[in-house]
């Protein structure tokens, strides 16, 4: 069995949704979510989960329009995603996270959390349902 550990990051204007694979790649664990105060301070956060968890692959939630077409935000991403490239020397994948935040804000809802809990933790959690849909699929089909 082809195991690999993947780093799941959740980029929002404000904050970045971080979750885990487990060392079997099968189930998604929420870590913890990086304040997006400037460039320099990002990256050294991310490299300390790098550093941690050792994954050997990063996935980050590609943020399409309902249509399927690239916006300004999955622009966004995809040059971040080039910029993690060429600083970590790592695979970075992206997977369609249309939807995911609305999934983890009713999740939170329905689990009957306050507005500032919710608030604290929706974009780990948007994190964590991104990085299962592409576990699910990742096992499904084995060319991931």
Not at 18 to 35: E, K, R, W, Y
Not at 69 to 95: C, D, H, R, S, Y
Not at 116 to 133: C, M, P, Y
Request: include cysteine; hydrophobic fraction near 40%.
């Amino acid at each position: 069995m082809n195991t690999i550990r993947i780093l799941c990051l959740d980029i929002g204007e404000k904050n970045i949704g971080v979750a885990i694979s487990d060392p079997l790649g099968m189930t998604a664990q929420g870590l913890g979510v990086i304040n997006r105060k400037n460039r320099k301070d990002t990256l050294f956060q991310i490299n300390a989960y790098l550093e941690k968890y050792n994954p050997e692959e990063i996935l980050l939630g590609l943020p399409l329009n309902m249509n399927g077409t690239i916006g300004p935000k999955a622009q966004e991403v995809i040059l971040f995603k080039n910029m993690l490239e060429n600083k970590f020397n790592l695979p970075v994948k992206t997977w369609d996270e249309r939807l995911t935040t609305v999934a983890a804000h009713k999740t939170l809802l329905k689990a009957d959390t306050s507005r500032s809990k919710r608030k604290k933790v929706v974009d780990k959690l948007a994190a964590v349902i991104i990085l299962e849909g592409y576990l699910q699929v990742r096992e499904s089909d084995k060319t991931l």
